[in-house]
């Protein structure tokens, strides 16, 4: 799948040594519920089931390359998909700094979500932002999200708690 400069391409054996770095940097544990950090085994295991589709498995990642630069900047997952009721979660990450606020997560978003609602045929989309991530959501609302409400005290952090957002898109 392609978007102007970005290309979403499928987990392969090579992205290891990436994905190990992101998963394990704390940094980003808040953001995607992270506790601990995972090993490369565990790691190895999920590149290698992830030939399995996202109806045996409920979640597909994606690896976002940038086309021009020949480089993996970061990752796009849903996740909860429910083909049931026709919706799945949906998450990013530009693990690669250097990439940020320069309109390739923008990109990648529009191209999972016209995967979404043309070929996965899904009703709608939703994505959970903490209330202090004004990157996200100014980056979601840009894609037509709407906040439909706000989960209070949802995230435990050594300051105390956050509330957290609940966006959606509807495939009208």
Not at 14 to 38: A, G, H, K, Q, R
Not at 136 to 163: E, M, N
């Amino acid at each position: 799948m392609k978007y102007k400069n970005i290309k979403l391409r499928a987990l392969e054996p090579e992205d290891l040594e990436l994905l190990y770095e992101w998963e394990n940097n704390d940094s980003y544990w808040l953001i995607s519920n992270t506790v601990s950090p995972f090993s490369r085994y565990t790691l190895k295991r999920y590149i290698e089931n992830s030939h399995k589709n996202i109806y045996e498995t409920g979640q597909l990642r994606l690896m976002i390359d940038h086309i021009e630069d020949k480089v993996t900047i970061g990752t796009i997952d849903l996740f909860e998909f429910d083909p049931f009721h026709k919706r799945a979660g949906i998450g990013i990450l530009l693990g690669n700094e250097s990439y940020r606020r320069k309109g390739y997560s923008s990109m990648s978003l529009t191209c999972l979500i016209k995967y979404c609602f043309k070929t996965l045929q899904l009703h709608q989309l939703y994505c959970n932002i903490l209330v202090n991530n004004c990157e996200s959501i100014d980056l979601f609302k840009k894609q037509g999200f709407v906040r439909i409400g706000i989960k209070k005290d949802w995230i435990k952090t050594s300051d105390g708690y956050l509330d957290e957002y609940l966006f959606q898109l509807i495939n009208e």
